[in-house]
């Protein structure tokens, strides 16, 4: 399957209520997560109906989106920043110049995601930030998902819609940190969302929303969306400041030792 198709199936499907829903909570936790991220330069890569950088204050913000994807519609973010067309496994960036990188969906509908990966890695100035949103397949809505191509595969009854879109490999939270550990990106934080349980009407995720407490504390990793935040570390590199300046410390005076002949 090309990559463009399945951005299509992803931006059909972010119309639904449940689209809206997530991507409601998603534009929360991104307002907090980069409103405090400073330096100069700012990606966000893919998903352009997501504003992930409205709240942060670098003076350079871009958003990325694949080559081959249809042109951002009218009232996307895409359409008021500075846009990028590229090939999110050979971003046209320099090394290190990067100090946020925002992937919403990103790797879950790359070709390869270990390379989108690592081209994100490389951009990155050390120290830089690293966010990442994606579906959470050990939840109600993966467990719908996996039952539904388990149906198409049987061929059991008719045929019926899945529930989230058809293309992609949706990528568990535990093995994400693996790759992060691996890339030298430390975890700084994460949390999962989207309690509610996978319906189709807009009224029944209105009458659901108690839900999202509930969720928050009795079974936090079952969300149907998780959020993830990682610093890009450079093995032996440390921070140089200014060096106070100390008066040097007397050193220990000589051992003197008596010359018994000569005295005598």
Not at 32 to 53: I, N, P, R
Not at 71 to 100: H, K, N, T, W, Y
Not at 169 to 183: A, I, K, P, Q, S
């Amino acid at each position: 399957m090309t990559q463009d198709r399945a951005i299509i199936g992803l931006a059909h499907w972010l119309h639904t209520p449940a689209g809206r829903y997530l991507l409601g909570w998603e534009q929360g936790e991104l307002d907090q997560a980069v409103a405090d991220v400073f330096g100069f330069h700012a990606l966000q890569l893919g998903l352009a109906e997501l504003d992930a950088l409205r709240a942060n204050r670098m003076p350079h913000r871009f958003i990325a989106i694949d080559a081959h994807a249809p042109r951002p519609e009218e009232g996307d973010p895409a359409r008021a920043v500075a846009l990028l067309r590229c090939d999110f496994e050979a971003l046209p960036i320099d090394s290190q110049s990067l100090d946020l990188v925002v992937m919403p969906h990103t790797l879950e509908f790359a070709h390869d995601a270990h390379r989108a990966l690592r081209e994100v890695e490389r951009v990155l100035r050390p120290e830089g930030r690293l966010v990442i949103l994606g579906f959470n397949p050990m939840s109600l809505w993966g467990l719908r998902q996996r039952l539904g191509h388990l149906r198409k595969y049987l061929g059991l009854g008719a045929a019926r819609p899945l529930y989230l879109p058809n293309e992609g490999e949706f990528l568990g939270y535990r093995r994400l940190r693996d790759w992060l550990r691996l890339l030298s990106f430390e975890v700084e934080g994460g949390r999962f969302g989207c309690y509610r349980p996978p319906f189709k009407s807009a009224r029944s995720f209105t009458r659901f929303a108690w839900m999202e407490r509930m969720g928050d504390r009795w079974w936090p990793v079952f969300g149907a969306v998780y959020f993830l935040v990682a610093v890009k570390r450079v093995r032996g590199m440390r921070l140089v400041g200014l060096v106070r300046q100390q008066a040097p410390q007397p050193g220990a005076a000589p051992a003197v030792v008596a010359n018994n002949r000569e005295a005598a």
